[in-house]
């Protein structure tokens, strides 16, 4: 025989959620970030492991222990992004290396733009040299030989012995940090 909810029921499983997420938010929050690198991919998580309680507290059985239930939606929660991320299809490394064929030219202002698009273009010219110069040999290597030399990455494999992988993953570092030094640059002039 199935239990009716009445008004008095259905305000008292309110008060339980409610109670349980005042409780075990601060908890669960920092449970979560500390796996997970994007806080707001992080908040999606906790709304979703609170979203699974309300879901739950409409079932006929009552959950047990309620914290401990609650951290392990989270972990399932987590890894199941973690998953949907590994199984979004990545670019072919071919694709990657030699479809790109714009240069850092196209990304700084023209010379001949006029005077104030031939400062920024300086300005970022000598910003770009002091942060190449901070990167790691390797990476400075890698990201000089693909992006002003214009070689491929399959070649740059084929004369360093570095598998393709390896290549870009050096490069990706190089332009994370390039972008992370050069974007108050890019901010002062409105780039």
Not at 33 to 54: C, G, I, P, T
Not at 157 to 165: H, K, T
């Amino acid at each position: 025989m199935a239990t009716t909810l009445t008004p008095d029921l259905m305000a008292a499983s309110d008060k339980q959620i409610t109670d349980t997420v005042l409780r075990e938010t601060a908890r669960l929050r920092s449970f979560i970030r500390q796996r997970m690198a994007d806080a707001n991919e992080a908040e999606d998580v906790l709304q979703d492991v609170f979203q699974e309680l309300v879901e739950a507290s409409r079932l006929p059985e009552p959950i047990e222990q309620v914290g401990a239930w609650l951290f392990r939606v989270a972990r399932n929660r987590i890894v199941d992004r973690f998953r949907k991320k590994k199984e979004q299809q990545l670019p072919d490394t071919e694709e990657l290396s030699d479809a790109d064929d714009s240069g850092i030219d196209d990304l700084l202002p023209q010379a001949d733009a006029g005077p104030e698009a031939a400062y920024a273009r300086s300005i970022l010219l000598d910003a770009l040299q002091d942060a190449l110069d901070e990167l790691p040999p390797k990476q400075r290597e890698v990201f000089i030989a693909h992006e002003l030399e214009r070689r491929s990455f399959k070649q740059l494999a084929a004369e360093s012995g570095e598998s393709v992988n390896t290549l870009l993953a050096r490069k990706r570092y190089a332009v994370l940090h390039l972008r992370q030094r050069l974007q108050e640059i890019y901010d002062e002039f409105d780039l």
